[in-house]
């Protein structure tokens, strides 16, 4: 008897799923072998430097804090310029509204038919217009 497409779908995704499950488990020993061989390289620089256990933990503390300051200081400058960007297109929207001629009103251009091409590969929509095809 044949199996159905609904069988065979099911085989397949077991199969895979096993592939999946050894591949994790080797890469968890990957990770595992990746960190005793960092502790490693840490341990031998610290014999080699003369830095006790302490000093290496406080040299880190001091490095997550200085990373800390410099992260929330660059977003309080994105969050500065965000907002003078905004302030600038509010500014731009108030001139457009009072009706001042140029105020960066653009001219309708006149509607042209779209070829839309989907890509069966998931890369999303992509459309051309009609005057880019001759």
Do not use: C, W
Request: glycine share 6%; proline share 3%.
């Amino acid at each position: 008897m044949e199996k159905s497409k609904l069988e065979k779908y099911r085989e397949e995704r077991a199969r895979h799923l096993e592939k999946i499950a050894d591949l994790q488990k080797r890469v968890r020993a990957l990770d595992q072998r990746i960190m005793e061989n960092e502790s490693m390289e840490i341990r031998a620089l610290m014999r080699s430097e003369n830095v006790t256990l302490e000093e290496l933990t406080a040299l880190v503390r001091r490095m997550q804090q200085q990373h800390r300051q410099h992260a929330s200081a660059a977003a309080e400058v994105g969050k500065a310029a965000h907002a003078a960007v905004s302030r600038e297109i509010g500014q731009q929207h108030a001139v457009r509204a009072e009706g001042e001629p140029g105020a960066g009103a653009r001219k309708p251009r006149p509607a042209r038919p779209q070829i839309v091409i989907l890509y069966a590969g998931g890369h999303g929509i992509r459309s051309f217009r009609e005057n880019r095809l001759k």
